[in-house]
């Protein structure tokens, strides 16, 4: 009996936890573009920023973005910007008491064009 009643203790236990992604609402581009275009500077980078909340008490998920876009602008030595991101938020969760979410920008690195000269 004492078996059969750890065992349905853990069941609800894991029955209280789960995980999810969702895509996130971001611009397309990081920064405006000028009239002048911008060069492609490679492949996509990706960038990433992760959050622990424990009893509802955590950061500003703005910041998770911002810190996740700029650890992706980073790797592209040289980018002035990222444009065609997307931004990706996964979480996960165990009962209402700890909960950690993974912010990922993914955007391709390009660096704006001098103005022409006049």
């Not at 995980?19 to 002048?36: G, M, W």
Request: contains cysteine.
């Amino acid at each position: 009996m004492k078996r059969v009643k750890m065992v349905a203790v853990a069941g609800c236990l894991a029955a209280m936890c789960g995980c999810s992604t969702t895509p996130v609402t971001f611009k397309a581009e990081s920064a405006p573009v000028p009239p002048q275009g911008y060069t492609v500077m490679g492949s996509d980078v990706t960038g990433t920023s992760e959050q622990v909340w424990v009893f509802g008490f955590g950061g500003a998920l703005s910041a998770q973005q911002h810190k996740a876009y700029k650890t992706a602008l980073g790797s592209a030595n040289g980018a002035d910007a990222l444009v065609g991101m997307s931004v990706e938020k996964s979480s996960f969760f165990a009962l209402p008491i700890f909960m950690m979410e993974t912010i990922r920008v993914t955007g391709t690195p390009v660096k704006f064009n001098p103005p022409p000269s006049k």
